[in-house]
């Protein structure tokens, strides 16, 4: 119940209101702008002569009889064969998550329920290895993977990106485990339980929200990562964000910039459904990380 | 758990870990003293009848891709690629040290050699977004705080696509609104009245552009953990505060700020160590004739037809470097506190 005294003076509310509005703009409208742009043709959406062309699509309307286009998206998709880095990346994604939560919440759960000095230290290790900037890490790989010929295919990539992702999923997996009590597996162990059988019928039913959350992450780490997936992988094995870039840099030629940014658009649509789905999950992450700090 | 147990459990994990994060870490460092091998000459004497023999120098070939296959490393250089031109650049700065008149000059002379460039531009991004990300997250929080109840998952959706976008998309997405022929380009032409005037054409520009989207990425991430620490704030301090005659602003600086301060510890940490590895605004705005950082000099360094290992492996050294003394204050308190609980 908000007391009178608490309740904010007529001006500072319309400021905060403002500033919030503000923000939301700040923030949304990037986006929406992007995705109707994608629509018109170069000279539309990157007007020289007037920016108000790229409201009403005046030169999409002069070559395409309408104003809106979906020439981009058929450049990207059908004439670049967008699909193939589509395709790539969900499989990077998918295979990166599930051996990540598999790998981690064994190790995570380890953590949590040892007693003994070392899973501090392992665990500040692992706060050294999150802090490593993953490109650094790239300067290692090459030579070795060169030498070795697992350069440019996809398991190499998962297998590093899983890597990468271990110290953040170790951390987060610990302090979710951390909150299932101990009693729960230790009165299975005095049934005659080994700890993986514990682990296996008393931990695992329990431990799917926090699993999730921690997937989420995973899965929003392998998608966005740029610097190991274009360092990593060979032309025809790239997944969408190296393929993005690799638009740039060689079709700066009028008319396939916007495949560019049909292929931005077509890459935002999955990451806006998840925030769809998954908001709780993703807030109660990161917000979970912060209390344990 | 017992040692045994503990070990099968956290040996996948462990294993990772070490065969893809320690080991790389050995890797460039072993990398960062090797240079490739130089081409192997040989003399060849070519001899026609009439004209007579001349000895020409050519690359031997064979002998070099043999020498190449067997020394893949190439040869040991000790610390020199650490100490040329392209990264401390020791002669250089000896040389700018001497020549310069003026502190300012000896700096100004500094940012054009590309490892200093680079730390430079690493270091101002760093240090700025960092407390930017927090001062405007906590804006946000506490204006968000104060508006309808019903109106905050909305906020809360919209607030997340930024912060959940991909780097590089965001950073375009960002780019081609403040292109001189995008929206906000277009606009500030307008307003400024100059029709010649574009956000890419200044260095100065270029940084403060690169830095709103350093702090539109990341402020998200902030609000939203101060907003779960607002929620919890507990009621009658505010009440207290309120009744002693404090302010609106003093509730905020003495009772809501003190309240969120270890969360303000940790949205710093996390934000120091992302900011560091800057590097894909930097691609994504096409503003490396502007602005490097080390992890774009890496990364421009790998990439490529010719493929620089060593100078990368150099840059990343050092890069780790700079992240193990941005972390030392936080490892120093943590080791503090855990010698304070045993």
């Known amino acids: 119940m908000a007391s009178r005294a608490q309740k904010m003076p007529t001006g500072l509310r319309i400021l905060s209101s403002a500033f919030v509005t503000l923000w939301l703009i700040m923030a949304a409208f990037p986006f929406l702008w992007t995705f109707w742009g994608s629509f018109k043709v170069e000279l539309d959406f990157f007007s020289i002569a007037d920016w108000s062309y790229a409201l009403t699509g005046e030169r999409t309307k002069a070559a395409y009889g309408q104003p809106f286009t979906g020439a981009g998206y058929y450049g990207a998709w059908v004439q670049e064969e967008f699909l193939k880095n589509v395709i790539n990346t969900f499989i990077v994604c998918f295979f990166v998550v599930l051996t990540s939560l598999t790998i981690g919440t064994l190790g995570g759960y380890a953590l949590s329920r040892s007693s003994y000095r070392y899973t501090f230290w392992l665990l500040i290790t692992a706060l050294i290895f999150r802090a490593m900037p993953p490109i650094t890490l790239v300067a290692g790989y090459m030579l070795p993977f060169f030498e070795w010929n697992l350069w440019g295919i996809l398991p190499t990539t998962i297998i590093v990106l899983v890597a990468i992702n271990q110290p953040f999923t170790l951390w987060m997996l610990h302090s979710f485990f951390q909150n299932i009590p101990k009693e729960l597996d230790e009165s299975a162990k005095v049934d005659g339980c080994t700890q993986f059988q514990a682990f296996r019928h008393v931990i695992i039913p329990v431990m799917w929200p926090g699993v999730i959350t921690t997937g989420l992450f995973s899965f929003l780490l392998a998608y966005n990562d740029f610097a190991v997936t274009s360092m990593l992988l060979a032309e025809e094995n790239r997944t969408m964000v190296p393929q993005i870039a690799a638009f740039l840099g060689t079709t700066y030629t009028e008319g396939n910039i916007m495949f560019a940014v049909a292929a931005v658009v077509s890459a935002t649509v999955p990451l806006f459904i998840l925030v769809m789905f998954f908001q709780r999950q993703i807030v109660g992450g990161l917000t979970a990380g912060a209390v344990k700090g | ?342």
């Open chain 2, 1 to 342: 758990m017992r040692h045994k147990t503990f070990f099968w459990f956290f040996l996948p994990t462990a294993a990772a870990m070490f065969l893809f994060i320690a080991m790389p870490i050995v890797s460039v460092l072993i990398q960062s003293v090797f240079t490739p091998h130089e081409a192997v000459l040989k003399e060849v004497e070519t001899c026609t009848p009439l004209v007579g023999c001349t000895t020409e120098t050519t690359i031997d070939q064979e002998a070099t891709s043999a020498l190449r296959e067997a020394k893949p490393l190439g040869r040991f250089v000790g610390l020199d690629i650490y100490l040329d031109r392209g990264h401390l650049a020791v002669a250089e700065v000896a040389e700018i040290w001497r020549n310069s008149d003026s502190l300012g000059a000896f700096f100004d002379r500094l940012g054009n050699l590309p490892f200093y460039r680079a730390m430079g531009f690493t270091l101002t991004f760093t240090f700025l977004v960092t407390p930017l990300v927090i001062l405007f997250g906590l804006m946000v929080a506490l204006a968000v705080n104060a508006v309808h109840a019903r109106l905050k998952g909305l906020v809360i959706f919209f607030s997340l696509l930024p912060f959940v976008i991909t780097p590089l998309i965001g950073a375009l997405v960002l780019f081609w609104m403040i292109d001189s022929r995008g929206i906000i380009g277009s606009a500030v032409q307008w307003l400024a009245n100059d029709p010649g005037l574009s956000l890419k054409a200044s260095s100065g520009m270029v940084w403060i552009a690169l830095i709103v989207y350093g702090v539109w990425h990341a402020a998200p991430f902030a609000f939203v953990i101060f907003y779960a620490g607002l929620q919890t704030l507990p009621k009658d301090q505010v009440e207290a505060a309120q009744i002693d005659g404090a302010t609106r602003w003093q509730q905020v600086r003495y009772v809501v700020v003190p309240h969120l301060m270890p969360l303000v510890t940790f949205v710093a940490l996390i934000q120091l160590m992302d900011n560091f590895r800057v590097f894909e605004p930097i691609v994504g705005f096409n503003a490396s004739a502007h602005a490097t950082s080390l992890s774009w000099a890496i990364f421009n360094d790998l990439g490529g037809e010719t493929r620089q290992l060593s100078s990368a492996a150099a840059t990343s050294v050092m890069t780790i470097i700079g992240v193990a003394i941005l972390l030392s204050p936080v490892l120093v308190r943590t080791w503090r506190d855990f010698k304070g609980k045993t």
